[in-house]
């Protein structure tokens, strides 16, 4: 078996891996058989078809199960040999079986990393100090959570800010488009969750009130049939709410834990503080790394790219699963489709690669390590922060074989923060 490699960009190799006629006879031999045992052939019964009849009515189906043995023959032998680490699978397979065997593929692998000084950094930090205006905002959060939404009075007009019970048709050139009509909508005017200015167009209403909103599609819309055109909706408001906020008072204060106003305030002002502390920790840290990225030369490959794409959208759909909205909805409510929602996040997940490849770099050259009390105390805050004991945690996860790949991400993670703060302590 002989292989070439050839570097491509974006930290991907092109592999082909050449046998002669000889080594790969065996091989096809093997499969042929194989296969001559379970095909049907007009004219013969099943498993007495002539060799040469199998090899000329199953041409492609040898070649695919020869270079799949072939693969998995040679392939871990030519990475080691080349002293590289794929990071996905492989692609781009174009294989011949005539004299010889000839297999080309390309495949992503883990890039090399020309880490930039890492110590000594310098960049800003924000600095946080409480006052009397930034409490009142806090609180002022706090007791709108608390608020609710109540029907409003007869004759009473509609007010950005307020939310209305919408019954609505959508037409274009009088014709009724599909997913545009509800008969009872919950839209909060100013939220922006309908197109152009839809809900501009309401304030004034009153509860019972018809009309007619004209808008116009963007021209990026995801629907084709409706991006860039004009569309006009039938409207009606079945009710108007109007949030009504409680008072700040003691009894008030109880509901958020706290023994009294003054309790609340002072708690407030505690976890706010905690809060923003750790806010401007984390926003030193992204400084500190894109300070770093400046100077650091690594092509990240496209794979890795597309799978912290992939994890970033399963988290939004998680998030969104929370609060009873499926990610459809909210391609639908945007404007986007699948496609445009995965190229405004890559840019994002392509800076988070690479800071991760950045920090692995420094945990070698700084030779990080975390013992296994690091680890299981991190795994003993990670289940608290579940509402479950360790034991639980780790029985949880034992029941689906993921206990050692969950306490491997928590090593991971540990010594990711190690490097952070390597980082952080040599920072000017």
């Given at each position: 078996?002989?292989?070439e490699l ?8 092109e592999?082909k ?18 296969l001559?045992k379970?095909?049907?052939?007009p004219?013969f ?5 002539p ?7 199953f041409?492609?189906?040898i ?11 040679y392939y ?5 040999a ?14 011949t079986?005539e004299?010889?065997?000839e297999?080309?593929?390309t ?5 090399e ?7 000594g ?11 009397p ?7 002022k ?6 608020s609710?939404?109540e ?15 919408l ?6 050139d009088g ?7 509800a008969?009872s ?13 839809f809900?501009?167009?309401l304030?004034g209403?009153t ?8 808008v116009n599609?963007p021209?990026?819309?995801h ?5 860039g055109?004009p ?6 408001i079945n ?5 009504t ?7 008030v204060?109880?509901?958020?834990g706290?023994?009294s106003?003054?309790?609340?305030k002072?708690?407030?002002?505690e ?15 992204a400084k ?14 496209v ?14 759909e998680q ?5 009873g909205?499926?990610?459809d909805?909210?391609?639908q409510?945007?404007?986007m489709?699948l ?8 840019p994002?997940a392509a ?12 945990i070698?050259?700084e030779k ?8 299981n ?5 990670l289940a608290?922060?579940?509402g479950?004991?360790?034991d639980?945690?780790k029985?949880?996860?034992?029941k689906g ?5 969950f ?7 540990c010594?990711m ?12």
């Amino acid at each position: 078996m002989k292989h070439e490699l050839k570097k491509l960009a974006n930290s991907a190799v092109e592999i082909k891996i050449s046998l002669t006629a000889e080594e790969v006879k065996p091989i096809k031999d093997e499969v042929t058989k194989e296969l001559a045992k379970k095909v049907e052939v007009p004219g013969f019964r099943k498993g007495h078809a002539p060799i040469s009849t199998i090899e000329a009515q199953f041409k492609d189906n040898i070649k695919e199960e020869v270079a799949d043995k072939v693969l998995h023959k040679y392939y871990e032998e030519v990475i080691k040999a080349e002293n590289i680490v794929p990071v996905s699978y492989i692609s781009n397979l174009n294989v011949t079986l005539e004299d010889g065997f000839e297999a080309t593929f390309t495949v992503d692998v883990y890039p090399e990393v020309k880490l930039g000084e890492y110590k000594g950094l310098e960049v800003e930090k924000e600095t946080f100090e409480m006052t009397p205006e930034k409490l009142d905002e806090e609180i002022k959060i706090m007791l709108n959570s608390k608020s609710k939404l109540e029907d409003t009075e007869e004759g009473y007009k509609a007010q950005m800010g307020d939310t209305v019970d919408l019954a609505f048709e959508g037409f274009m050139d009088g014709v009724p488009f599909e997913g545009g009509k509800a008969d009872s909508h919950m839209l909060k005017l100013g939220s922006k969750m309908f197109i152009d200015n839809f809900e501009d167009q309401l304030v004034g209403y009153t509860a019972g009130q018809e009309g007619e909103i004209t808008v116009n599609f963007p021209a990026e819309y995801h629907a084709a049939n409706l991006a860039g055109k004009p569309a006009v909706f039938k409207v009606k408001i079945n009710a108007i709410k109007k949030l009504t906020v409680p008072e700040l008072n003691d009894e008030v204060a109880k509901e958020f834990g706290a023994e009294s106003v003054e309790d609340l305030k002072a708690k407030t002002t505690e976890r706010v503080t905690k809060r923003e502390e750790e806010r401007i920790k984390n926003q030193h840290v992204a400084k500190l790394l894109d300070k770093l990225a400046e100077t650091t030369e690594v092509e990240v490959p496209v794979s890795m790219i597309a799978s912290e794409v992939r994890a970033r959208i399963a988290e939004m759909e998680q998030q969104f699963g929370a609060q009873g909205i499926k990610l459809d909805m909210y391609l639908q409510m945007t404007g986007m489709d699948l496609n445009q929602l995965q190229s405004q996040i890559a840019p994002m997940a392509a800076a988070k690669v690479k800071s991760d490849l950045m920090l692995a770099e420094i945990i070698k050259a700084e030779k990080l390590e975390v013992t296994d009390e690091e680890v299981n105390a991190k795994m003993e805050d990670l289940a608290k922060m579940y509402g479950m004991s360790f034991d639980q945690l780790k029985e949880n996860l034992e029941k689906g074989n993921n206990f050692d790949n969950f306490k491997l991400s928590v090593k991971e993670e540990c010594l990711m923060q190690k490097a952070i703060e390597v980082l952080v302590k040599n920072a000017k």
